[in-house]
């Protein structure tokens, strides 16, 4: 069965300090991968998608970056935080034109 | 940008009642997705309509899709507790990425 695994589940970093969040799926190929960001009570804002290794397209400007190592593998870093950085970290996958599967979510703070 | 409306914002019923919720929309689309999102998780995938299709049906959830009006409906019959939770619509416009409502969040009382 397909299964998505997303860690940290939490994480509090300083301001200026690097990230790493990984996010790998099991049980398919070639996924389409999706980095989300979600502010408290509101929606989700997409960040970065993927749909084969090595291909990142970005949505929006900002402090992130994105990188598909591995066919089942996505990354989402930044080189130094922003306080703004702070918000729920979603990743999932999906095949064209089929439902999104979600990871469990990352909680960042920046402090 | 974001295409999906959810209406109303905000939804609190008693146990037992029938929940609606709607999705309002603004371009041409492949397909029309809602999703479950309990508070702090990661979202789970209810029902995908596409858009050659009215209704649809899956346990105690009822989709209705009138592409005409650009609009959809979710209706959660015989609510439960357990169906506390914030739900979203997102379209599919084949450009690789689904556009997002902001949610509908609705609340069982027991």
């Known amino acids: 069965s397909q299964t998505i695994h997303q860690w940290p589940a939490t994480l509090v970093q300083p301001v200026g300090s690097p990230l790493s969040l990984e996010c790998t799926v099991e049980g398919t190929s070639n996924p389409n991968l999706y980095w989300y960001r979600q502010a408290a009570g509101r929606g989700l804002q997409l960040l970065f998608y993927?749909?084969?290794?090595?291909?990142i397209s970005s949505e929006v400007p900002q402090n992130l970056s994105a990188s598909r190592p591995q066919d089942r593998q996505f990354i989402l870093s930044s080189k130094k935080l922003l306080l703004s950085d702070s918000g729920f970290y979603l990743c999932?996958?999906?095949?064209?034109?089929?439902?999104?599967?979600f990871g469990s979510g990352t909680r960042l703070t920046v402090v | 940008s974001q295409q999906g409306e959810e209406d109303p914002q905000a939804l609190s019923i008693q146990e037992g009642e029938n929940a609606t919720m709607n999705c309002s929309y603004k371009?041409?689309?492949?397909?029309l997705q809602w999703y479950r999102q309990n508070s702090g998780r990661g979202l789970v995938h209810l029902i995908l309509?596409?858009?050659n299709e009215r209704e649809k049906h899956s346990g105690r959830l009822r989709v209705t899709l009138d592409t005409s009006k650009k609009s959809s409906s979710l209706l959660i019959t015989a609510s439960r507790a357990a169906d506390t939770a914030s739900y979203f619509c997102a379209t599919d416009d084949s450009n690789y990425q689904l556009i997002w409502g902001a949610g509908t969040k609705l609340i069982i009382k027991p």
């Open positions: 309509i596409r858009s």
């Open positions: 999932a996958w999906s095949v064209l034109y089929g439902g999104y599967t």
């Open positions: 993927s749909v084969g290794i090595g291909q």
């Open positions: 371009t041409s689309i492949n397909n």
